[in-house]
């Protein structure tokens, strides 16, 4: 089975300098289509900033129950962004996991702000951390932490459809 990232929204309250979004036409990217979602078991909401400009739980909601398919539903977020949300809703309801990119000082913050007051207990969380910012023995062993450097061309994995919805 394939993973489906799925664009939720473009809207991000950042200018990341190498932002993937910024090295594509957004325009240029399908709408999903039922059988894009037949040959996935996986789909990452992602964006921009999905989990603060889409709603997250409700998308996963909606796939988790029309699609037996689905089994797993992943959020691609920034920790700030993520520690907003949480501030305000506090709900990760039918999402499996979170990928948390650490990718300024304001992040690395949030991050453990995020790990002090909420008890995430997904199937699958990683934390994704750009220019050594957040040192591996500070994130819990729950967390699969992953060194991650800024690609000057973004290219979507072989085994994943890169769609928007």
Not at 81 to 100: F, M, P, T
């Amino acid at each position: 089975m394939k993973t489906l990232h799925l664009l939720t929204t473009s809207l991000c309250l950042r200018n990341c300098i190498n932002c993937c979004n910024k090295q594509m036409n957004l325009n240029n990217i399908s709408y999903v289509q039922e059988e894009d979602i037949l040959q996935c078991d996986t789909i990452c909401i992602t964006g921009g900033e999905p989990i603060l400009y889409s709603n997250c739980c409700g998308i996963a909601k909606y796939f988790k129950e029309k699609y037996k398919n689905i089994k797993n539903i992943y959020v691609y977020t920034n920790a700030n962004e993520l520690l907003i949300y949480l501030s305000n809703k506090g709900l990760l309801d039918y999402l499996d996991g979170l990928s948390i990119s650490i990718k300024s000082l304001k992040d690395v913050f949030a991050y453990y702000s995020i790990m002090k007051t909420y008890n995430i207990e997904l199937k699958s969380n990683r934390v994704y951390v750009f220019d050594n910012l957040l040192k591996k023995d500070k994130v819990p062993s729950n967390w699969e932490y992953i060194e991650r450097y800024w690609q000057e061309d973004f290219k979507p994995a072989d085994n994943c459809i890169f769609r928007k919805l």
